[in-house]
């Protein structure tokens, strides 16, 4: 069965039940089954066969995720686009995948013609008004799919989505997810939130992620729910649409909760209506794992990567308090294993690299066979993240396995002195790095931007260590910037900061000052 009959089979139970709630205005499940068949002829009549890619390029919509069941149902696989890169990026990844179809909407389109960035063979359609003239416009591509609809040419393990990861360890790579994937992560976040039929979700981060399309999106699609979706994240939007339609869960990553939390609402908004807020795809600083439960509301961490759809690890909302800062044990369709450089597994409590089994692990790379093989060596994925398991399996990540610093023999995690930093609410951004040095072959380094209007000076960011890490740990410099460099998908690039750190080595051996 593909994706798309989670939908049809809602419509026919409960037609007038609202799957989607944007812009002021219900789409009940039948009419989404209605939209997903009318774009499924419409790919048919323009032959996209089994393995076809078809990209979007556009802020999230209900268009969007009826494309993307669409492509389920036809066995093309569906390529959401980051648009928060730059064109040569789009370009890059086009011409690697070559799709049949990019829908592209209003907003994006003059920069997309202007800067070529369409492969030869790839027809474009404007989502809206704007584009060239020799562009299709949605209502005609549409009206070329009127007819009966062609039956499901898709099978299980066949793959239906293509997202690219964020490239913070070089060139981004395209993780092929199949059917039968999605469908195993939804299996793991009914598991995780104990999803049911009468959920309210609501949807900020972007469908182009795993994270805002696979944590809880199309799991609660697959259920029955009602989810809420947002174009894009706004921290007034959020607070008004939790409390006007009673949501019951949603997905904010810590920037998204930083945002809140420094909001004027935050005190007194009324978050009654939540069962609990997941988070994760990076550090969660205790200050904010601490001030949503104030709130009383359970924050449940979760873990995986891009290549494991993404739910490889997850707490539920009764270890929330208890487990709070690790991302909690094997989700429930998933192993987990902790292995050495040589790949034999560590005793408990000691840290390695995170392997993960489990059918929500991805196809492979797109059109990458050696980098395809590195990373699902033995049967399991080797995430690159080290990590830590206690006693009763839950797992604690220290971060990237290449960050480890080793300084005088001792190894030194990231992840552990980032958290004392960012628990500083004078903080709003923090990376820690090892900076070679003759002596101890790595020090450590602190790079942080406070929030504004804050001056940070070194003395004050060396206290915030007193009494809570050993020597060793303890940065030997720090550096104070206006921002950190971030990966399109938001996330910090340690090699951007490390570069930056070099280069400031050469002639500011203590940086005190702040750089842009």
Known sequence: MDLSQWIAQHAGRKPARAALRFEGRDI??????????????????????????????????????????????????????????????????????????????????AETAAQQVVPPGTACVALGASGPRDWMRWDAFLAGGRGPLPPSLAAAGSAVLLCYTSGSTGRPKGALLS????ACNAANSVDMHGLVATD??????????????????????????????????????TFDAIARDRITLTVLVPAQLDAMLAHPRWADADLSSLRMITTGSTLVAQRIIRAVHARGVPLIQVWGATETSPIAACLHADEAIARA????????????????????????????????????????????????????????????????????????????????????????????VEGVLLDCADIAEAAVIGRSDSRWGE??????????????????????????????????????????????????????????????????????????
């Open 443 to 516: 020090v450590v380094v602190a790079v942080v931007a406070p929030k504004p209007g804050v001056t940070l000076e070194r003395e004050r960011v060396l206290a915030l260590f007193d009494g809570r890490l050993a020597r060793f740990k303890i940065p030997k410099d720090v550096v104070v910037v206006d921002a950190l460099p971030r990966t399109a998908l938001g996330k910090v690039s340690k090699e951007d900061v490390r570069q930056m750190v070099a280069r400031l080595a050469g002639s500011k051996p203590n940086t005190q000052e702040q750089i842009a």
């Open 28 to 109: 009940t499940y039948a009419e989404l089954a209605a939209q997903i068949d009318g774009i499924a002829a419409a790919l048919a009549v323009r032959h996209v066969r089994p393995g076809d890619r078809i990209a979007w390029l556009g802020l999230n919509s209900p268009a969007m995720l009826a494309a993307l069941f669409a492509c389920a149902h036809v066995g093309a696989i569906f390529l959401p686009l980051n648009w928060r890169l730059a064109a040569p990026e789009h370009k890059a990844m086009l011409q690697a995948s070559s799709p049949s179809l990019l829908f592209v909407e209003d907003v994006f389109a």
């Open 325 to 416: 800062g690790t991302t909690g044990r094997a989700a429930r369709h998933c192993r987990l294993r902790i292995a050495d450089v040589a790949g034999n597994e560590v005793p408990t409590g000691s840290a390695g690299e995170v392997w993960v089994r489990g059918v929500n692990v991805m196809n492979g790379y797109w059109e990458d066979p050696e980098a395809t093989a590195r990373a699902l060596a033995n049967g399991w994925f080797h995430s690159g993240d080290l990590g830590h398991l206690d006693d009763e399996g839950f797992l604690t990540i220290d971060g990237r396995l290449k960050d480890m610093i080793i300084s005088g023999g001792e190894n030194v995690s990231p992840a552990e």
């Open 179 to 182: 059917q039968e994937a999605l």
């Open 200 to 237: 309210r979700v609501l949807t900020t981060l972007p469908l182009f992620h795993v994270g805002g399309l696979n944590i809880l999106t199309l799991p609660a699609l697959q259920m029955g729910c009602t989810v809420t979706l947002h174009p894009k994240f706004d921290p007034e939007a």
